[in-house]
């Protein structure tokens, strides 16, 4: 049986397919352009953008879905705007009462179709792309510019990703085979096999508030793309980005002629944990989480009926050794530690340095002296308020506030953090990045997670020590990120066979414009998998090939 292309796969063909080159080759390649110009975007774009988001504040968000008939309103924006936006709200029953019924269509419309529709979704995505930013601004904290790139372009970037590895490892046998074997004189025995692609069930896609949709995107498409109708709940202060996306995936959908409710937004009430009421539900089977360690862990012990995709949370660890270019080490881990406030699952937190000090460009450089060159790249970078708010963004939550609280009481500052008025946003909760100076015996303080703008500058007796507390503490807290500072062939060797060892990724020697806490889809992979911090990467094989089935049938011919 072959399947007819849906024009929609035909008019999004020449991109599904340099996408599943970009895979193969692991080079650079977007889809998307990143910069917010407009001379890539048009004249008008960011203005309309704009306008589209604030249509939405104070109202009831034009949502047509099955639900109770009540709405809710969660969000408090990190720049103290009032959002003030009711969402349809729907118990877990309707929910995957709904989306169940709007399987079996999409399952039997096969790959290609269901790959046309959902590259017409990133396509309607894309050209909504600055009201999807500002959304993602104004719930997360970002800075426009990241919120546009991550938030926009970079997540459209990794849904496509998710996409052609879905669309591969689907597509990897053929839809049906003849089959024949010799039967001694008698005729051959012949029968005709076809092979179907069967989804596991409704898909669950957790959301989080530092990144609403880079984070959720991956999973959203990869399982609807394998035929799974999927229910998308929101981190409840960050619902507004994920909201427009359902709006545009029902949109597209329902156009191609499918049941929309194969996207539906699941907005909870506070306190009402629907998240794990969903997630523990006999009908679902994929969930999709990123966020704490307490509750990825919850979700892999008891959704036992599902398979539990889960990004957590690490100890992000930087070895410095030496360097041939301190002013550029101390440029990039700066930025680094800025970005964002520290707000990422990749942002590094350890930083260990012989206590004796590294050898530098620069002449030999003292434990406080490189702690110092670091704290002060930091310092450069925020001291104007108006330049550095649009690196900080604003604080996400309290979690954050109370944490830069609690570590004025342990270790000793090297940076201390600062609040700061945002020039724009007067309410806007705005803090500059904390270092605290801690030894290697302190291993309480540095071998939890502090997320937020807190690291840690951490003496140890040598470069061997500072690997050997790296395999430790990431060998039991996983991490995301690595990164190694060093002028001697062997450490970076030393240090890469650590990281494999505990399955981290590793950058080494960063002194430019690439940094650790950044990936590019189609070539980085963004967890691994192979340790506690996320229990898959983004984007691989294994990623997509567990979310549907192949299911044979076979006659005689």
């Known amino acids: 049986m072959t399947e007819t292309p849906h024009p ?83 118990d877990a029953e309707q929910l995957v009462t709904a989306a169940s019924a709007a399987l079996p269509a999409w399952r039997d419309a096969g790959p290609q179709t269901r790959v046309g529709v959902c590259l017409e979704i990133l396509d309607r995505l894309h050209k909504n792309i600055f009201e999807l930013a500002n959304a993602v601004q104004f719930t997360s904290g970002q800075a426009f510019v990241m919120a546009f790139q991550a938030g926009g372009a970079h997540a459209l970037d990794r849904a496509l990703e998710a996409l052609a590895y879905a669309y591969a490892e689907m597509t990897r046998h053929p839809g049906t085979a003849g089959w024949e074997k010799a039967a001694g004189k008698g005729d051959p025995l012949r029968m005709s096999k076809t ?190 308020p108006a330049r550095g708010v649009e690196l900080t963004g604003a604080i996400v939550n309290d979690g954050v506030l109370e944490r830069l609280n609690e570590v004025t009481k342990v270790g000793s500052p090297v940076l201390e953090s600062r609040t700061v008025e945002h020039p724009s946003f007067p309410d806007a909760v705005v803090r500059t990045p904390a270092i605290v100076k801690l030894d290697a015996g302190d291993t309480e303080t540095y071998s939890r997670e502090w997320f937020g703008p807190i690291s840690f500058a951490i003496a140890t007796d040598s470069t061997a020590h500072s690997l050997e507390i790296l395999r430790s503490t990431v060998g039991e807290k996983g991490a995301l990120t690595a990164a190694v500072y060093s002028t001697d062939d062997a450490v970076l060797d030393a240090t890469e066979a650590a990281a494999i060892e505990v399955g981290v990724h590793l950058s080494a020697n ?48």
């Open 8 to 90: 929609r796969y035909d008019r999004h063909a020449e991109t599904l397919n340099r996408a599943l080159t970009a895979i193969t080759e692991r080079g650079y390649w977007s889809a998307y352009p990143e910069s917010p110009s407009p001379r890539v975007y048009g004249e008008t774009a960011a203005a309309d953008g704009k306008a589209a988001f604030e249509a939405y504040l104070g109202g009831d968000f034009p949502l047509d879905q099955p639900g109770d008939g009540d709405r809710v309103a969660t969000e408090h924006s990190p720049f103290g705007v009032a959002l003030n936006v009711r969402y349809p709200h729907a």
């Open 195 to 384: 092979f179907h692609v069967v989804p596991r069930g409704v898909a669950l896609v957790i959301g989080c508030n530092t990144f609403p949709t880079w984070n959720s995107y991956p999973g959203l498409f990869a399982s609807l793309v394998t035929g799974n109708p999927v229910v998308v709940k929101p981190h409840p202060r960050a619902v507004l980005p994920l909201a427009i996306t359902v709006r545009y995936a029902r949109e597209v959908l329902a156009e191609a002629g499918f049941d929309p409710n194969l996207v539906l937004l699941a907005a909870e009430a506070p306190g009402e944990k629907l998240a794990s009421t969903l997630a523990l539900h006999p009908a679902v089977k994929i969930v999709d989480f990123t966020g704490s360690t307490e509750y990825g862990d919850w979700l892999e012990a008891n959704a036992r009926q599902a398979a539990v995709y889960t990004e957590k949370a690490g100890l992000n660890t930087v070895v410095i050794d030496s360097t041939d270019d301190f002013a550029g080490m101390c440029r990039n881990l700066g930025f680094t530690l800025t970005l964002y406030s520290g707000q990422m699952c990749t942002t590094s937190q350890n930083i260990f340095i012989p206590r004796d000090g590294i050898d530098t460009d620069q002449g030999h450089k003292s434990f406080d002296e490189v702690a110092g060159g670091i704290a002060a790249a930091v310092g450069k970078l925020t001291g104007d």
């Open 510 to 557: 960063l002194t430019g414009g690439v940094f650790v806490n950044q990936s590019a889809a189609f070539s980085d992979f963004h967890g691994s998998g192979a340790n506690a911090a996320a229990n898959s990467a983004l984007t691989d094989g294994a990623y997509v090939a567990n979310r549907f089935r192949v299911v044979q049938s076979r006659r005689h011919v």
